[in-house]
């Protein structure tokens, strides 16, 4: 059984079990010992020529991968695509280009982190995952403002942008359709797979779609691990190692009248319950947080058992758009211990 949760400063909360909830090909499993959150696995190049994963990355010596291939982002946005769910991390290129990470060959704990400016990184690591119409540049500068804040390690799982038509109708598709339809949530759900698997720590940060993603990836690592042969009860169990944070996140989408799809097509998914969440929002965030988030009329009931609602109500941002942007709200995140602690809070800034 793994230990109590750590935050950056060394502080626990012990998690308990009870029931479960909720898909890629099998890899054989990850033979990285169990870590607490936030530290960092030296990478070494493996010397036998039996293969071994992590997060369902693969070497072998006749492959010798040691240092992962860099691809690099051409100047137009829709190149994006060829990064749909690729890592990314690091400091940009000297031409001010992000750095992606093939994560069907690259661990994405081999690639170079994101780190606080002017500061050291205080042994913290995060994943963040970006939302809807996100370019790799405001992608990258989320993740940075991510590590300001939080003073983390911070790497990426890139969401791509198509054009803001398709990422909505993308959207909706993640939130009813299967949980590995989206690039995204498939390079997530494989990624968590391997290191649940092993027992270690996550701690996820996921921006409005990237919330979405964030819910698919735990889907399919469970389903994973059940078909395993995992019991329910030792999958919540396992799900205890994540730590989850969102920002105006769009799950579990808006109300949906029965009689579409019966009831069934439709059918609106919560939070898989297990790990630990912190959801924050903006109520003044019309278009997702308040409409299609946990922070709608209901929504609790789809956070995950014991999550964490904050709510933060500011004046200054009240338009939609800017209510809803994850600069206008990063700002107000605390350590997930410290959010536990305090548990569910409506603060008004006017």
């Given at each position: ?104 060959t690259t661990s994405i704990d081999s690639i170079p982190a994101i780190t ?88 996820l940060v996921g921006e409005s779609q990237g919330a979405i993603i964030v ?131 409506d603060i008004v800034k006017d």
């Amino acid at each position: 059984m793994a230990s109590p949760l750590h935050d950056s400063a060394g502080m626990s909360i012990s998690r308990t079990s009870s029931t479960d909830q909720t898909t890629r090909r099998p890899v054989d499993d990850a033979t990285t010992p169990p870590r607490d959150l936030g530290a960092q696995r030296n990478v070494q190049p493996h010397r036998d020529s039996q293969l071994t994963a992590t997060d369902g990355f693969e070497r072998s010596e006749a492959t010798n991968r040691e240092t992962p291939s860099i691809y690099r982002i051409a100047a137009a946005a829709d190149n994006s695509l060829m990064h749909d769910g690729y890592y990314g991390g690091g400091p940009v290129s000297p031409d001010g280009v992000p750095q992606f990470y093939d994560p069907n060959t690259t661990s994405i704990d081999s690639i170079p982190a994101i780190t606080p400016e002017g500061a050291e990184p205080n042994g913290a690591t995060l994943y963040f995952i970006n939302g809807i119409d996100t370019s790799p540049w405001l992608a990258r500068d989320g993740a940075q403002r991510l590590a300001n804040e939080s003073g983390a390690q911070v790497r990426m799982i890139y969401n791509a942008r198509r054009d803001v038509g398709s990422d909505i109708l993308q959207s909706a598709r993640d939130l009813y359709g299967p949980a590995d339809g989206n690039p995204a949530s498939a390079t997530l759900g494989n990624m968590l797979y391997h290191k649940l698997k092993a027992d270690q720590r996550v701690h996820l940060v996921g921006e409005s779609q990237g919330a979405i993603i964030v819910r698919n990836g735990l889907e399919l690592a469970a389903q994973r691990l059940r078909d395993d042969g995992m019991s329910a009860d030792e999958v919540k169990e396992r799900l205890g190692n994540v730590v989850v944070e969102t920002y105006n996140g769009a799950v579990p989408g808006p109300p949906v009248p029965r009689e579409i799809g019966g009831g069934t097509l439709f059918r609106r998914r919560g939070f898989i319950d297990g790990p630990t969440y912190i959801h924050y929002g903006n109520p003044r965030d019309e278009a997702v947080f308040a409409r299609m988030g946990v922070g709608q009329w209901g929504g609790a009931r789809f956070a995950g058992e014991g999550a964490v609602i904050r709510k933060i109500s500011e004046g200054q941002r009240s338009r939609p758009i800017e209510a809803h942007l994850f600069r206008n709200i990063i700002d107000e995140r605390v350590p997930w211990d410290q959010a536990v602690r305090e548990g569910n809070v409506d603060i008004v800034k006017d």
